[in-house]
């Protein structure tokens, strides 16, 4: 298990004076890239390897959102290696250590010359050590899309969209999605589905959908097919 310390700053909360979900995802991909840079398989051991860790799905169920100064523990832990592909649990607690939220994530280790899945090396296997999978429901990876949806304004991607792999970032899926959702959404759970990689120019084209407390977003390429399905229970 790997943890860092933290404060909620001013520039990463709401109207309400609360971390917002974008800053609390921040906070989780900022955990595991942190612990990948203390084990020496960060951002400059992947890109000498030519390799990157790419996400397939997002799951965070969020208890509440901590207040603007409150002082807060962020912890990850990966808990399975199978094949070409890795699972890592995420979590924020209090300073009494209770849980704010608590995440789970699937990922793809890919070989970037040869454009494919490729299984970690044995240096990776022996520096990640495996946590225990922590206690909460696991949905399926899928998010299904109810009827038809209705077309939003579309997105083309610009640079400050992308991350040092250079494509959209993961969380600028989710802040595009919300934008586009209603207002002041308490929300309870987020699930993403990343289904293909969006570069500088791409044009993403929304579906909005709401059914059974969901808001839902496609976020598609020209075609209809999806860079990133993001689905917020509320």
Known sequence: ??????????SETDETQKLTLEG????????????????GLGVDYLRETKQAWVLNVWQIDVER????????KVCTAPYDFRGFMGSRNFWMEDEEGNA??????????LDLEKQRPVQPPQIMLDRYE???????????????????????PEIQVMRHHLDTNHHVNN????????????????????????????????????????????????????????????????
């Open 65 to 72: 959102f901590p207040k603007m100064g409150e002082r807060v």
């Open 171 to 234: 969380g600028q899926y989710v802040k595009m999605a919300m934008e586009l959702m209603p207002e002041n959404v308490c929300v309870k759970r987020l699930r993403v589905e990343y289904k293909k990689q969006a570069f500088l120019d791409d044009v993403l084209y929304p579906l909005y959908y709401e059914a059974d407390n969901k808001y839902i977003v496609s976020l598609n390429d020209p075609e209809g097919k999806p860079y990133s399905v993001v689905e917020i229970s509320y």
């Open 130 to 152: 495996l946590g225990e999978k922590i206690d909460m429901e696991y949905l399926p990876r899928k998010i299904a899309l109810p009827g038809e949806g209705e077309a939003r």
């Open 100 to 109: 704010i939220a608590k995440a789970n994530t699937l990922w793809t280790l």
């Open 24 to 39: 609390l995802l921040n906070y989780f991909q900022d955990c595991t890239t942190f612990h990948s840079e203390d084990l």
């Open 1 to 10: 298990m790997y943890s860092f310390n933290t404060r909620i700053r001013y």
